[in-house]
């Protein structure tokens, strides 16, 4: 099972991005999945999540402005991120798991401009 994250970049404050990650060697239907993200000198933090029945839950800190969601057709979970601020500037990570294991995508770096 592999993970494949994109999607990052620079944008301004207040701009939006969307991340993908694709899911590759099983199907997606079944699995919890997560967007994490770390910022220089930081833990790692659970930003969004989605459970296998689509219950979506979210960070304090960007409830409002990003948005979870997947598409089982595409094998693909996205975060949809509007009004970005500095403090959203890290490297994202999603995350899935199923009955037989967790696994983790490569990271996408997300930089917001003051």
């Known amino acids: 099972v592999q993970l494949q994250a994109s999607g990052g970049g620079l944008v301004q404050a207040g701009g939006s991005l969307r991340l993908s990650c694709v899911v590759f060697?099983?199907?997606?239907?079944?699995?919890?999945v997560g967007w994490y993200r770390q910022a220089p000198g930081k833990q790692r933090e659970l930003v969004a999540s989605?459970?296998?029945?689509?219950?979506?839950n979210y960070a304090d800190t960007v409830k409002g402005r990003f948005t979870i969601s997947r598409d089982h057709a595409k094998n693909t979970v996205y975060l949809q991120m509007n009004s970005l601020n500095h403090e959203d500037t890290a490297k994202y990570y999603c995350?899935?798991?199923?009955?037989?294991?967790?696994?983790w995508g490569n990271g996408t770096l997300v930089t917001v401009s003051s």
């Open positions: 995350n899935a798991g199923w009955y037989f294991g967790d696994y």
């Open positions: 989605m459970s296998s029945t689509g219950i979506a």
């Open positions: 060697g099983t199907a997606f239907m079944g699995s919890n």
